[in-house]
């Protein structure tokens, strides 16, 4: 089992940056995939960012490209989010999700195919 721990949200006025920070409570070798997700108030959660741990590669939703940035540190178990720019659109409560399955890379966005989750951490963005 594999707890997931996320922190670095909080309160930011629009052109901010803020860190997010995602740590598996042990060591990730069986972790696939990690993502970031993000839910807004009456809206569907949607996929933000994934990093596949085998080769590093990323995948961004369009909304955030060239803003966020996805990375990971294996020594430290953890997973990062770098928002830049943030707009009061980005507002909402951020998830965590790892995988431990190949699948897809086009499959990275859906919900699914994570199957470990953290508790989230808020991050709204004021105008």
């Known amino acids: 089992q594999v707890q997931l721990v996320e922190s670095g949200g909080g309160s930011v006025q629009a052109g901010g940056s803020l860190r997010l920070s995602c740590q598996a409570s042990?060591?990730?070798?069986?972790?696939?995939?990690t993502g970031w997700f993000r839910q807004a108030p009456g809206k569907e959660r949607e996929a933000v960012a994934a990093i596949y741990t085998g080769g590093g590669s990323t995948n961004y939703a369009d909304p955030v490209k060239g803003r966020f940035t996805i990375s990971r540190d294996n020594a430290k178990n953890t997973v990062y989010l770098q928002m830049n720019s943030l707009k009061p659109e980005d507002t909402a409560m951020y998830y965590c999700a790892a995988s431990e399955f190949y699948f897809s890379t086009m499959d990275w966005v859906r919900p699914s195919v994570y199957n470990y989750w953290g508790q989230g951490t808020q991050v709204t963005v004021s105008s």
């Open positions: 042990r060591v990730t070798y069986i972790i696939r995939w």
